[in-house]
């Protein structure tokens, strides 16, 4: 898969590809490549290969395919170029959603049983950073901002 042939086959337009070259019979110019899966992203067949829309559309506008494509606002369905951005592993998983399961409902905040504290830890390049114990949720949570802000720069999420 090379841009040229991206730019063969596909129209781009808000975010979304559509067929310039018909890939089957029951299939016509101009309809929007690929479908939904299971866990919310599109996926687009061609060339006897699944591809992921947003990073063909990356491509399409780069000409080169990062190791991963990370959506800036974080919603997955919104693939238009402008919120779209290369990004390694480590730098994906820094703009993830807080976990629904977190109890403090603050991101890398979680209880510490033992300590009976407030603990905040915070993954930067593979490796998790212990930045302490706080009994003052508020006081953890400015912590985890801070070192999200300081170590996950522009791929920092807060939310």
């Known amino acids: 898969m090379n841009l040229q042939s991206i ?6 337009h808000d975010g ?3 067929w310039k070259v018909s890939p089957a019979r029951n299939v016509p110019i101009g309809r929007q490549a690929g479908h939904k899966t299971s866990s919310g992203y599109r996926r687009i067949g061609f060339n006897k290969k699944h591809h992921f829309e947003h990073v063909l559309i990356f491509i399409l506008f780069n ?3 990062p190791k991963q494509v990370d959506h800036i606002d974080g919603n997955i369905c919104n693939n ?3 919120n779209l951005r290369a990004a390694t592993a480590s730098q994906n998983q820094y703009n993830t959603k807080i976990s629904l399961r977190n109890a403090s409902k603050v991101k890398n ?3 510490h ?3 009976k504290k407030w603990e905040v830890r915070i993954g930067v390049n593979n490796q998790r950073l212990h930045l302490g114990v706080f009994e003052d949720l508020e006081l953890a949570e400015l912590v985890a901002i801070e ?9 920092a999420r807060h939310l």
Do not use: C, P, S, T
């Open 63 to 65: 000409g080169y395919r």
């Open 16 to 18: 979304k590809l559509y």
């Open 113 to 115: 049983k033992v300590n």
């Open 109 to 111: 905040v979680n209880w």
């Open 147 to 155: 070192a999200r802000n300081k170590y996950h720069k522009e791929f």
């Open 7 to 12: 730019q063969k086959i596909f129209d781009y």
């Open 80 to 82: 238009k170029i402008e």
